[in-house]
């Protein structure tokens, strides 16, 4: 069993700042990619942001030179660096992670219960 687990959402007024944090634990062999996604009230969830090894790293448009998307891979921990913030950036926010099951080698996703982030003023 795999567990993801997200923290750091909150209320920040707009132009703020927030970290987003997110580790993985349990049997894991290793982890692939790791990013994280976005659901808003009403709409579909979405890609935010991804990495491999923490090099390579992916950004939906809407959040380009705002957000950045790093990882300890040392700690199975992912985050989310999150600046100049917009009210439609409010959403909830998910992780989640590829991992290589310990015992049977195969790639599974697993998804963290997700972490609300809400920008108002």
């Known amino acids: 069993q795999v567990q993801v687990v997200e923290s750091g959402g909150g209320l920040v007024q707009p132009g703020g700042s927030l970290r987003l944090s997110c580790a993985a634990s349990?049997?894991?062999?290793?982890?692939?990619?790791m990013g994280w996604y976005r659901q808003a009230p009403g709409k579909e969830r979405e890609l935010v942001a991804t990495?491999?090894?923490?090099?390579?790293?992916h950004y939906a448009d809407s959040v380009k030179g705002r957000f950045t998307i790093s990882r300890d891979n040392a700690k199975n921990m992912v985050y989310l660096q999150m600046s100049s913030l917009k009210p439609e950036d409010t959403a909830v926010y998910y992780c989640k992670a590829d991992v290589v099951d310990y015992d049977t080698r195969f790639v599974i996703a697993y998804w963290g219960q997700g972490t609300q982030v809400t920008v108002s003023s």
């Open positions: 990495t491999t090894s923490g090099t390579n790293t």
């Open positions: 349990g049997s894991i062999f290793n982890i692939n990619a």
